[in-house]
């Protein structure tokens, strides 16, 4: 199982990015998706991601700003980021909850991405 992130690059301050998490390997259903991110010198938080009753959580500081999609049937999620600021420049990372084919299907919780950057330009 992998996950490919993309889309993450240089922007200038005010600007917008739209970054793309694909999941490919012997998958027999993802739960769900989220975005993280992880300066340096500090603790990987959640950037945006469902919760338990169905709905999304975002972080503070990226409410109103970014959107987190998914396409279900292609096993992708988004991140579509407006608006970006300097302090958003950071590595973001996707993280998958799945089922693996078996029998019985096996859960592989807490599957990561590569990680990609985003640099933010004052």
């Known amino acids: 199982v992998q996950l490919q992130a993309s889309g993450g690059g240089l922007v200038q301050a005010g600007g917008s990015l739209r970054l793309s998490c694909v999941v490919s390997?012997?998958?027999?259903?993802?739960?769900?998706m989220s975005w993280h991110r992880q300066a340096p010198g500090k603790q990987r938080e959640l950037v945006a991601g469902?919760?338990?009753?169905?709905?999304?959580n975002y972080a503070d500081s990226v409410k109103g700003r970014f959107t987190i999609s998914r396409d279900s049937a292609k096993n992708v999620v988004y991140l579509q980021m407006n608006s970006l600021r300097p302090e958003d420049t950071v590595v973001y990372y996707c993280?998958?909850?799945?089922?693996?084919?078996?029998?019985?299907?096996?859960?592989?919780?807490?599957?990561w991405g590569q990680g990609t950057l985003v640099t933010v330009s004052s």
């Open positions: 993280n998958a909850d799945l089922l693996v084919n078996g029998v019985p299907p096996v859960r592989v919780p807490n599957v």
């Open positions: 390997g012997n998958i027999f259903v993802v739960n769900s």
């Open positions: 469902p919760t338990s009753l169905g709905g999304t």
